[in-house]
């Protein structure tokens, strides 16, 4: 089966890119390297069922070119972070709701067998009650968490419209090997290079600000899952670890696996567009997906701190 990634170079879509071609699988991976890395695909630069396309995903020509004989799509590539949503609202809108227009309406020509979508728990915005089922009122309170509900909107349009075979995943926040460094990285990667330069990790708000971390091969898994999983065409699904935890304590996990118990956190104002609480219920993925998640935070914990010699 031809599978089509875009942001395949990225964090996540690189961790599904090296699932499917190990399973044998054609993988083409359109990608504008904006955030993603050639590095994360060098692994597979002779392998005759892998095609890298240097494209952005607005571009019809390369995305039309790039679904020729695809029966699949997985659509990752997006503006992901709240704050440079927030910084550029234009750019945020063209690349997640106008790409994803051009994606669907390609895929819809090509007549690719099913398309899943990359959303974001951002979509509910904030919420009454806990865990977060996805019956839920969505109220997303940043152009990030805007965008990804338009373009799940346009996937159940065309779902129901043209009878493109989509489904919407709604990832929690997901961490693991290949997230990026830099002035928009998540929370844990932030706190586990502070703690290797043996500076304060600094927390947002007061820390009692709750989160659903899973783990990238676990989000792998429920993706896949969402791939092949038959008459599941026009839903959307959790995917998380069903664990919420409290930024504090995340901050006191970190600093005891990184030997950094000295170190006090620094608090400072809460950011905009930060949601509360975040904690996914997995009982529709679980039922109809048949999707468990496997890595518990501290063992993802561990897996980047080895990774990154802590």
């Known amino acids: 089966m031809k599978i089509l990634i875009t942001g395949g170079a990225g964090f996540i879509g690189s961790h599904l890119t090296d699932k499917l071609l190990t399973n044998n699988h054609e993988v083409i991976v359109l990608d504008n390297l904006f955030t993603g890395k050639p590095e994360n695909l060098a692994q597979h630069e002779n392998n005759e069922k892998f095609t890298f396309v240097n494209a952005d995903i607005t571009n019809r020509k390369k995305v039309r070119e790039s679904l020729k004989e695809a029966r699949g799509v997985i659509h990752e590539a997006a503006i992901t972070n709240v704050p440079l949503s927030i910084k550029k609202p234009e750019l945020t809108e063209k690349v997640n709701v106008k790409g994803t227009k051009t994606?669907?309406?390609e895929s819809a020509n090509a007549d690719v067998e099913r398309f899943v979508?990359?959303?974001s728990c951002a979509v509910y915005g904030e919420v009454k009650d806990l865990p977060i089922s996805e019956d839920f009122e969505l109220n997303p309170i940043s152009p990030y968490g805007e965008s990804k509900l338009a373009a799940e909107e346009l996937c159940q349009k065309f779902n129901k419209d043209q009878g493109l075979d989509t489904v919407c995943l709604r990832y929690f926040n997901v961490h693991g090997p290949r997230q990026t460094f830099g002035p928009y990285a998540g929370v844990i990667l932030k706190f586990l290079k502070r703690a290797k330069k043996g500076k304060?990790?600094?927390i947002f708000g007061d820390g009692k600000?709750?989160?659903d971390f899973v783990y990238v091969q676990d989000i792998v898994r429920g993706t896949?899952?969402?791939?092949?999983q038959k008459d599941v065409g026009g839903q959307i699904f959790n995917i998380g670890s069903g664990t919420a935890i409290s930024i504090n304590k995340?901050?006191?996990t970190i600093l005891n696996v990184t030997n950094s118990t000295e170190?006090?956190?620094i608090y400072k104002e809460a950011k905009p567009g930060d949601i509360r609480h975040s904690h996914a219920d997995l009982s529709k993925a679980k039922e109809?997906?048949?999707?468990?998640?496997?890595?518990?935070?501290?063992e993802g914990l561990a897996r980047l701190v080895k990774k990154f010699d802590l």
């Open 224 to 228: 896949l899952l969402a791939l092949r």
């Open 288 to 298: 109809i997906l048949g999707f468990e998640p496997k890595v518990s935070l501290n």
């Open 200 to 202: 304060p990790p600094i």
């Open 209 to 211: 600000q709750t989160r």
């Open 103 to 105: 994606l669907l309406e």
């Open 250 to 252: 995340l901050c006191e």
């Open 117 to 119: 979508y990359a959303s």
């Open 263 to 265: 170190l006090e956190p």
